[in-house]
């Protein structure tokens, strides 16, 4: 009798877990699961704009993408609630698997959007127990707790706020915001790949100032030890191939010089005339990092840092 009534309670828990996913357990319908994502979403989003009030003393948009939501956030919860609701009454186990849980999606969001944009959105390398820079313990344990606190208090009572809407109207909700958060992630991405064209170009003209910099100190380099070579050789033609070469450099310096001034010109206008969107970004993540154009996001970054201030 031992082994048949565990078969059927492992079936029943069978039935538990797919009447969830195909909608029938309401409270894990696909409808109230989509509500949780732009919930938490926006939740999310009003407690980092207020760290960083805090922080920063003035308005910060934190979010990735424009609008109020933090995608990351109602992602992350939603998940949480629909696969821990059965740990719920079991506070060790809820905190464990919640802290698993939220390190895990953490991470592969960091690892995704640092492959798919070449940038690093955030940075934990500077806390001890990180991994690859995208989690960190001390963090993952601050989840844990979140989560916990969110099953046991705020969640029943969105549910209830939820649940207190009528479908329709719910509905409606969730194609209206959808429609503006497809729009949103749309124009977000597009200003990331602009801002990463723009920092491609900081950086080839910096390759390039460096290139001039080195074939000014070759060419000097080449005129001394040619200078020399002729003195060892001819002492009474010394003077004239020495003028020979200071005029040939002088020549070569006069277009290099105006090569330099061009793209430092050049250089400084991307700097200066940057648009919006690149500052939004830059400002919503302190510690974003460029993994092809390192140098031309700190000067970038430099720049909009010290602006601000005079402001």
Known sequence: MGALEKEIK??????????????????????????????YGFLGWCTEVAFAGVKERKFVNRGFLNGPICPIYGVGVAVVVSCLDGFKDNLLLLYISSVVLVTALEWFTGFILDKLFH????????????????????????????????????????HKALDFLPEFVGWTCIVLFGIVLF?????????????????????????????????????????????????????????????????????????????????????RELILKHPSHMKRIIRAFPKLESRKYKDALEDLRSYIKKNGKKR
């Open 10 to 39: 492992d079936c029943q828990k069978m039935r538990t877990f797919w009447r969830k996913f195909a909608g029938k357990d309401e409270r894990m319908s696909v409808y109230f699961l989509i509500l949780y994502f732009f919930v």
């Open 119 to 158: 940038n690093k959105w955030w940075d934990y390398s500077s806390m001890p127990l990180n991994l690859n820079g995208y989690v960190c313990l001390l963090f993952s344990l601050i989840w844990g707790v979140a989560c916990v606190l969110i099953m046991k208090v705020l969640h029943p009572l969105i």
């Open 183 to 267: 729009v949103d992630l749309y124009v977000t991405v597009t200003d990331i790949l602009k801002m990463n064209r723009r920092l491609a170009k900081m950086n080839e003209i910096a390759t390039e100032l460096h290139r001039i910099s080195d074939e000014i100190g070759e060419n000097i380099y080449e005129d001394v030890t040619e200078a020399l070579e002729w003195k060892e050789e001819m002492a009474d033609r010394l003077k004239e191939r020495a003028a020979e070469f200071h005029e040939r450099r002088e020549d070569l310096s006069e277009d290099m010089r105006e090569q330099i001034i061009e793209l430092r010109r050049y250089y």
